[in-house]
């Protein structure tokens, strides 16, 4: 994007990496403990790699509704729902649950994101209100846009 590789070059990257975190199996590395649980965020955070490798170079041409996003999303969702909210991992996937609720208009999905982000702050008793904004901001405009292609970006309400 700042001129140093061309398009075709640059497109040709994404396309390995997207198939790199597609085929990686978080089963072969080595985690900081034996604990199970470790799978679960290492696979949701896998599947927000995959969804920023997506956004790129154009972060408005994919809807959220693209099967490709889709699959991240219920995929991080998935390891999300493995989890019990006793467990310390429930809070380490604020940020992949968060990701998926940016590229989500399925309701079920944003309920059980709000959902999650209640029982975070009831647990530690910070709310996320930037990150819960952004969500509100982001699902608005989604509806208020449903009938256009495309995709409504979440850094567009960052500023």
Same mark, same amino acid.
């Not at 140093?4 to 997207?18: I, N």
């Given at each position: 994007?700042?001129?140093?590789?061309?398009?075709?070059?640059?497109?040709?990257?994404?396309?390995?990496?997207? #198939?790199?975190?597609?085929?990686?199996?978080?089963?072969?590395? @080595?985690?900081?403990?034996?604990?199970?649980?470790?799978? %679960?965020?290492? /696979?949701?955070?896998?599947?927000?790699?995959?969804?920023?490798?997506?956004?790129?170079?154009?972060?408005? @041409?994919?809807?959220? /509704?693209? #099967?490709?996003?889709?699959?991240?999303?219920?995929?991080?969702?998935?390891?999300?729902?493995?989890?019990?909210?006793?467990? @310390?991992?429930?809070?380490?996937?604020?940020?992949?649950?968060?990701?998926?609720?940016?590229?989500?208009?399925?309701?079920?999905?944003?309920?059980?994101? /709000?959902?999650?982000?209640?029982?975070?702050?009831?647990?530690?008793?910070?709310?996320?209100?930037?990150?819960?904004?952004?969500?509100?901001?982001?699902?608005?405009?989604? %509806?208020? %846009? @449903?009938?256009?292609?495309?995709?409504?970006?979440?850094?567009?309400?960052?500023?």
């Amino acid at each position: 994007m700042d001129g140093t590789m061309s398009g075709d070059s640059f497109q040709d990257l994404l396309d390995g990496a997207e #198939e790199f975190f597609r085929v990686w199996d978080p089963q072969s590395i @080595a985690f900081p403990s034996g604990d199970p649980e470790w799978i %679960q965020p290492t /696979e949701a955070y896998r599947h927000v790699c995959i969804i920023r490798v997506l956004r790129f170079p154009d972060t408005w @041409a994919i809807p959220c /509704e693209d #099967e490709r996003i889709q699959s991240s999303v219920r995929s991080t969702l998935d390891a999300s729902a493995e989890i019990s909210s006793d467990s @310390a991992f429930f809070k380490r996937l604020l940020f992949p649950r968060f990701i998926a609720g940016t590229e989500t208009s399925i309701l079920h999905q944003k309920r059980y994101i /709000e959902f999650c982000m209640r029982e975070i702050k009831r647990s530690n008793g910070f709310p996320h209100p930037a990150m819960n904004e952004l969500l509100n901001r982001v699902w608005d405009e989604r %509806q208020r %846009q @449903a009938d256009r292609p495309g995709n409504i970006p979440w850094m567009e309400f960052v500023s």
